[in-house]
């Protein structure tokens, strides 16, 4: 059983019904999808996706490739050129980027209309009689030989686990949206100034994801005036063409969270359960990685697979675990220097980024990064 329908959770069910496990998946909203949002599939994402569910082509046929992007100033003064060309020879293969609703409809095809249930709350789980049970929200059970809990970061296979104490406020939060707009006025690739990023990524069919960020108090609504107005004014003075494209964002179209994680765990299940994705390992978005090992470990699960299914279960956590939590690390870290709000720590920031040793130090750890299994 495995509980929660994202991209984590549906690879794991195709990934373990390749291996031979009947695997269904029990998702809590009505239906699946997602809108709003990209995300970049980092090599060793599509090496996972290929691996477990064989969709390396159709999803490079609805992507496109993100190596043009640079990080710049706010103002506009470029600190780290974008050669695709060249990181693409250093990693191996591609970075693409999709629409995350696309994504999850290309994993739902590769599973039967019954593996997958919807509406579907799981509020439990009991071991009993040489199997696991999961507790649905109306009183429903469901017994099997294994539960997956790949229900986010709010899971409650993990507050039940471990308990449920909230995930850890990045301090900074976060707007995404995507929207049609002409990408020969784009600027590719992540700016940054004091505290806040804006980031804007071309994708396929003329769209284009955008995100920003800024350092507040967590918890925060939107303002009388709606959050479109509000990043106009945050935005007002950086370089184009960022103010013009929250202009041309309907304010239903903007994505709200505040970003958090939390610290990396011993463990990630007992027993007949254990925890796969944001259920696992949380991470800030700073290395786009979240997408990507939620894939990481769909392929790990899948290969641990034998005849002893709890043994797998404990095999698969000692593959991944110091490599997810390495890279929730390195993602905090990386948060925290692009969230920066000193003017002099800025300042200094932003000179070492554009010398050419930070430069091939970012290669390399982005070579560490992709590469499989390794260590951040």
Same mark, same amino acid.
């Given at each position: 059983?495995?509980i929660g329908g994202g991209i984590?959770?549906?690879?794991?069910?195709?990934?373990?019904?390749?291996?031979?496990?009947?695997?269904?998946?029990?998702?809590?909203?009505?239906?699946?999808?997602?809108?709003?949002?990209?995300?970049?599939?980092?090599?060793?994402?599509?090496?996972?996706?290929?691996?477990?569910?064989?969709? #390396?082509? !159709?999803?490079?046929?609805?992507?496109?490739? @993100? /190596?043009?992007? =640079?990080? +710049?100033?706010?103002? $506009?003064? %470029?600190?780290?050129?974008?050669?695709?060309?060249?990181?693409?020879?250093?990693?191996?293969?591609?970075?693409?980027?999709?629409?995350?609703?696309?994504?999850?409809?290309?994993?739902?095809?590769?599973?039967?209309?019954?593996?997958?249930?919807? #509406?579907? !709350?799981?509020?439990?789980?009991?071991?009993? @009689? /040489?199997?696991? =049970?999961? +507790?649905?929200?109306? $009183?429903? %059970?469901?017994?099997?030989?294994?539960?997956?809990?790949?229900?986010?970061?709010?899971?409650?296979?993990?507050?039940?686990?471990?308990?449920?104490?909230?995930?850890?406020?990045?301090?900074?939060?976060?707007?995404?949206?995507?929207?049609?707009?002409?990408?020969?006025?784009?600027?590719?690739?992540?700016?940054? /100034?004091?505290?806040?990023?804006?980031?804007?990524?071309?994708?396929?069919?003329?769209?284009?994801?955008?995100?920003?960020?800024?350092?507040?108090?967590?918890?925060?609504?939107?303002?009388?005036?709606?959050?479109?107005?509000?990043?106009?004014?945050?935005?007002?003075?950086?370089?184009?063409p960022i103010p013009e494209l929250?202009?041309?964002?309907?304010?239903?179209?903007?994505?709200?969270?505040?970003?958090?994680?939390?610290?990396?765990?011993?463990?990630?299940?007992?027993?007949?359960?254990?925890?796969?994705?944001?259920?696992?390992?949380?991470?800030?978005?700073?290395?786009?990685?979240?997408?990507?090992?939620?894939?990481?470990?769909?392929?790990?699960?899948?290969?641990?697979?034998?005849?002893?299914?709890?043994?797998?279960?404990?095999?698969?956590?000692?593959?991944?675990?110091?490599?997810?939590?390495?890279?929730?690390?390195?993602?905090?870290?990386?948060?925290?220097?692009?969230?920066?709000?000193?003017?002099?720590?800025?300042?200094?920031?932003?000179?070492?980024?554009?010398?050419?040793?930070?430069?091939?130090?970012?290669?390399?750890?982005?070579?560490?990064?992709?590469?499989?299994?390794?260590?951040?």
């Amino acid at each position: 059983m495995v509980i929660g329908g994202g991209i984590g959770g549906l690879a794991a069910a195709i990934g373990l019904r390749r291996a031979g496990v009947e695997a269904r998946v029990f998702e809590r909203a009505p239906a699946l999808g997602e809108v709003g949002a990209g995300l970049s599939l980092w090599p060793n994402g599509l090496r996972a996706l290929d691996a477990v569910a064989g969709l #390396g082509d !159709e999803v490079r046929a609805r992507s496109v490739r @993100d /190596g043009s992007g =640079a990080l +710049r100033s706010w103002k $506009g003064r %470029e600190l780290v050129a974008a050669n695709g060309e060249e990181l693409e020879r250093l990693l191996g293969d591609v970075t693409l980027i999709i629409h995350r609703a696309d994504l999850l409809a290309l994993l739902r095809r590769q599973l039967p209309d019954d593996a997958v249930v919807t #509406g579907a !709350e799981c509020i439990g789980f009991e071991e009993k @009689d /040489g199997e696991v =049970a999961a +507790r649905f929200a109306g $009183g429903t %059970e469901v017994g099997g030989d294994v539960l997956i809990g790949a229900d986010g970061i709010h899971s409650a296979v993990r507050a039940q686990l471990f308990g449920s104490s909230p995930p850890a406020y990045a301090g900074y939060t976060a707007w995404r949206s995507v929207l049609a707009f002409d990408h020969t006025r784009l600027a590719p690739g992540i700016s940054i /100034g004091r505290g806040c990023q804006f980031g804007q990524v071309p994708m396929a069919n003329g769209q284009v994801y955008w995100f920003a960020t800024e350092n507040r108090p967590a918890g925060q609504g939107a303002p009388p005036g709606g959050w479109r107005g509000a990043l106009l004014e945050l935005f007002a003075r950086w370089h184009p063409p960022i103010p013009e494209l929250i202009a041309a964002t309907p304010e239903a179209a903007i994505l709200h969270n505040d970003i958090v994680d939390r610290p990396p765990h011993g463990r990630w299940g007992e027993g007949r359960v254990t925890l796969l994705g944001d259920a696992a390992h949380p991470m800030t978005p700073d290395l786009g990685q979240g997408a990507n090992q939620a894939l990481e470990d769909a392929q790990a699960l899948a290969a641990a697979v034998g005849p002893d299914l709890v043994a797998a279960l404990r095999a698969y956590e000692s593959v991944r675990i110091p490599r997810a939590s390495a890279i929730v690390r390195g993602s905090r870290r990386v948060g925290r220097i692009m969230q920066l709000d000193s003017r002099l720590a800025c300042w200094a920031r932003d000179s070492l980024l554009s010398t050419r040793a930070a430069t091939r130090m970012q290669l390399r750890q982005l070579q560490k990064l992709v590469a499989p299994g390794a260590p951040v």
